[in-house]
């Protein structure tokens, strides 16, 4: 049975190529109901708040190479 692809998506780690079989991105908008007072008990607004991307993927461990995943950590 063949494996379908995402695309051209490559994880590079310590200087290794890790070809990636999904990804899939989500965002938060940071968006927030402002609940006030009022005779309709409705939001009346929002707040607009900072957005953020949570990435998920799931990649292919390379066979030839040993990669620690625990010790791995995104850099700023």
């Given amino acids: 049975m063949a494996l379908e692809y995402t695309g051209a998506v490559v994880l590079e780690v310590n200087s290794t190529d890790v070809e990636v079989t999904e990804f899939s991105p989500r ?35 390379p066979v030839d190479k040993t990669l620690h995943w625990e010790k791995f950590r995104a850099q700023n």
Avoid: D, F, H
């Fill in 27 to 61: 965002e938060n908008t940071g968006k927030q109901l402002v609940k006030t007072m009022n005779s309709t008990w409705r939001a009346k607004g929002y707040t607009q708040g900072i957005a953020t991307w949570e990435l998920s993927i799931t990649a292919v461990v």
